[in-house]
């Protein structure tokens, strides 16, 4: 159901009956008709909407099966202000004092009783007028058209209104194995009124002033998807669709009295929608119906869209949306064919209608948005709503007001959408959609009932993984997560993720999310782009995911070999998780060198192929271990490399120290090694590299040289190790220091006649 826009305040009452130890065919709220198995129903109305009140009139048979034994009465769920002309069993009237009346439950005591296993019958006979809308559902409804001034009376039973109507057993769990629906209207020699309902029309044969319709439903149906609209009504047959071999009626109802290109309109959306039973068939399986019908009639109170079985009745203002169209298509596989067991796993449905208005965006060309637009607006929606999850508690499902005007009302749809997305996320397409088929084509629940436990259970079969922590965050528990992922890509462009921290919103249930994470990765180039999936487990286990999920890896580290360099990478840019966050640049520091030039000390900081946002400090020492700032490094743009420099002009006259050093988006401080440079003489001397591991060179000022000299190193306590003599004519090139052990030299310059020309410091790596 698309959600309501007519919304009405009243407090519903109903009670849950206690069944005794037999076996029960029952989970439905009221706890009616635990005792039987419903096999077939024949409903039988009078319904003429040119009337000043809506009402009702006509007759329930219900065909059963006991499944106790003993059984002395049946309950059936029924409005008390409906009222009970007769009830027939085995051909015989009852007595009045055979039923009883409480709390919108019928109670009938029968005149035999019954074995298990028995088939039988009860028919109802019964009229009044249906109440007025007593909260989110309308029930039976009597309208006007605002544009025509037509009536017409709709249906809208979910999710307790059925009762209000036609006596039921109101349980997903004891689907209804077919019906024949007889709908007797006025006829005054034209089309006075058509009929909507479920299945295919089988006859509307005219007698007098009546033209009774039959509709016969062969697929098991619930309660709440039993609808009807009675309406003067324009139809339109389209070409059938072949499904599965099957070719498909395709038909659409229309209020009449309308301007043609109103029609025009709403033919042509629904007939874009309906491209999606094709494109729905092919990834969920065929569709459910396709031995019945596939269609759309205009005629609701109370929502936007309503899946009822084969049939979806849509509201005057949504019959030209295809975003609506689509939802209640997808409620045909999951809702219809596959409904949900219990109200407490409305998402069941709900979740999966909202996926397939995505679905629908990514498919579909003409859809009107695309897909990042539609599951953003979904994502954004979900991520408002932070104090619920889309499982119901017991508490939150005891009327329809407590349903749908709550955050449950808007969670179902929007959070489990979300849902649905993540677990498409995780498994990777293929294995997504062959799961799905197997759900939904499952002996066990085709055409019956599942619950969130029953979804995990095959989530976590493909998967090979026990996902529970997954459901346990996301779909029993509310809000969500903020994540600062940090990357980093070293030789051959393989990239290293990491999750830093997590953090949650106020009042979650979890302390922490586990879930899956997605990651965007561009290139320079437009075909250079791939998204990355992992599952976060917490406590620094990751999975690789995407294309199934790998078993759990610890140590909080994820490597990923790519065919390109990257050059953007994002965060969940497609909304296809509920979670936010942004990614945290893990620079690596590839070297960092300094010069003498004209007595000033010129440093470069070069990194790996990243980018870098933040500013990048120097700091300089004079004795290596007690630094202050001295500015910021400038980014070299003429550098094909990632350069950054920085030129102290006003070295110490003595020893000097510099490291750089930047902030991490996480906040961490990021330092390069410590470098020296000697500015204690003025004389010219120049030594590089420096560190130095194995050649060293010196570049000296020739005009110095007065005699020949000497070439001296020493460590750091003072002891010499090192002396080579040279001549004034030589040019010194390289001294070979490979040998000497790691740590700080003092290298001396000294003439013959015990002139110290100049002195400097090195770092031998």
């Avoid at 900081?605 to 500013?615: F, G, I, V, Y």
């Avoid at 930047?662 to 410590?674: L, M």
Wanted: net charge neutral.
């Amino acid at each position: 159901m698309i959600r309501n826009y007519i919304l009405t305040v009243a407090l519903l009452v109903f009670i849950s009956l206690s069944v005794n130890s037999q076996t029960v065919f029952s989970t439905g709220f009221s706890g009616t008709g635990s005792n039987i198995d419903v096999k077939h129903q024949t409903c039988s109305w009078r319904i003429n909407p040119d009337t000043t009140i809506k009402y009702i009139k006509g007759f329930v048979q219900t065909d059963f099966i006991t499944i106790q034994n003993n059984i002395s009465s049946i309950t059936f769920d029924m409005n008390d202000v409906l009222t009970v002309d007769s009830i027939l069993f085995h051909k015989q009237q009852l007595a009045n004092s055979a039923y009883t009346r409480n709390s919108n439950i019928i109670t009938i005591q029968l005149t035999q009783t019954l074995s298990q296993g028995v088939k039988d019958s009860i028919r109802i006979y019964y009229q009044g007028t249906p109440p007025s809308p007593s909260g989110a559902a309308s029930g039976y409804t009597l309208s006007t058209d605002q544009s025509t001034n037509l009536k017409y009376i709709s249906t809208l039973s979910e999710s307790y209104e059925d009762r209000d109507w036609w006596p039921c057993k109101a349980d997903m769990q004891d689907k209804i194995d077919s019906m024949d629906i007889f709908v007797s209207v006025p006829w005054a020699g034209t089309d006075t009124f058509w009929v909507a309902s479920n299945g295919v029309i089988k006859d509307s044969a005219i007698n007098g002033n009546s033209r009774l319709f039959h509709y016969k439903v062969s697929n098991p149906i619930t309660s709440y998807l039993v609808g009807l609209s009675v309406a003067r009504y324009n139809r339109y047959y389209r070409t059938p669709i072949t499904i599965g071999g099957i070719k498909v009626p395709v038909v659409y109802y229309l209020l009449a009295g309308k301007p043609s290109n109103s029609y025009n309109l709403a033919v042509s959306a629904m007939d874009k929608a309906t491209q999606l039973v094709s494109i729905y068939s092919q990834k969920y399986g065929d569709y459910p119906f396709k031995n019945e019908k596939h269609g759309y009639y205009e005629g609701l109170s109370g929502a936007e869209g309503m899946e009822h079985q084969t049939f979806s009745a849509i509201a005057s203002n949504g019959i030209s949306s295809v975003t609506t169209l689509a939802h209640e298509l997808m409620h045909q596989w999951f809702g219809d064919k596959v409904s949900f067991a219990t109200w407490n796993d409305l998402w069941l449905a709900e979740g999966f209608a909202v996926y397939g208005e995505i679905l629908g965006a990514e498919l579909l060309t003409g859809f009107g948005q695309t897909v990042v637009q539609k599951r953003s607006g979904v994502k954004q929606s979900a991520q408002n709503i932070t104090d619920v999850g889309v499982w119901l508690p017991n508490n939150a499902i005891v009327n329809s007001n407590q349903i749908w005007n709550s955050s449950y009302g808007s969670s179902v749809y929007d959070r489990g959408g979300m849902i649905v997305s993540m677990l498409r996320t995780i498994c990777g397409d293929s294995l997504y959609f062959k799961t799905m088929r197997q759900y939904t084509g499952a002996a066990t629940l085709a055409y019956k009932t599942a619950t969130t436990d029953t979804l995990l259970h095959y989530f976590n079969t493909t998967l090979g993984q026990d996902i529970t922590p997954f459901f346990t965050d996301y779909v029993y528990g509310n809000g969500w997560p903020t994540y600062n992922i940090k990357y980093s890509v070293a030789t051959g462009n393989v990239m290293e993720l990491n999750v830093v921290n997590q953090t949650v919103t106020t009042g979650a249930a979890s302390s922490y999310f586990r879930g899956p994470v997605v990651v965007r990765v561009q290139g320079s180039m437009v075909s250079q782009d791939t998204l990355i999936t992992f599952f976060d487990w917490g406590n620094n286990n990751l999975s690789y995911a995407g294309n199934g999920l790998s078993a759990p890896v610890s140590g909080n580290h994820l490597y990923y070999k790519l065919s390109f360099n990257p050059v953007t990478v994002t965060f969940d840019p497609y909304a296809q998780t509920l979670a936010n966050g942004s990614m945290i640049l893990n620079l690596k520091i590839v070297d960092f060198t300094q010069q003498k030039s004209n007595k000033s000390a010129v440093l470069k900081l070069t990194l790996d192929e990243n980018k870098n946002n933040a500013p990048i400090y120097i700091q300089r020492s004079s004795n290596g271990v007690d630094f202050t700032d001295l500015g910021s490094m400038l980014l070299d743009k003429n550098s094909s490399t990632i350069n950054y420099l920085y030129t102290d002009v006003a070295p110490l006259n003595s020893l000097n120290y510099y490291r750089a050093y930047f902030y991490s988006e996480s906040g961490q401080i990021i330092y390069s090694k410590v470098l020296s440079a000697d500015f204690s003489l003025a004389n010219d001397i120049t030594i590089y590299p420096n560190p130095v591991a194995g050649q060293l060179s010196l570049k000296m000022n020739k005009a110095n040289l007065t005699a020949n000299y000497s070439v001296t190193i020493t460590d750091a306590a003072g002891k010499t190790v090192l002396t080579v003599a040279r001549k004034t004519t030589e040019v010194i090139d390289n001294i070979d220091v490979h040998t000497l052990s790691k740590g700080v030299y003092m290298i001396s310059v000294i003439d013959d006649n015990k002139k110290a020309v100049s002195t400097a410091t090195f770092v031998k790596e």
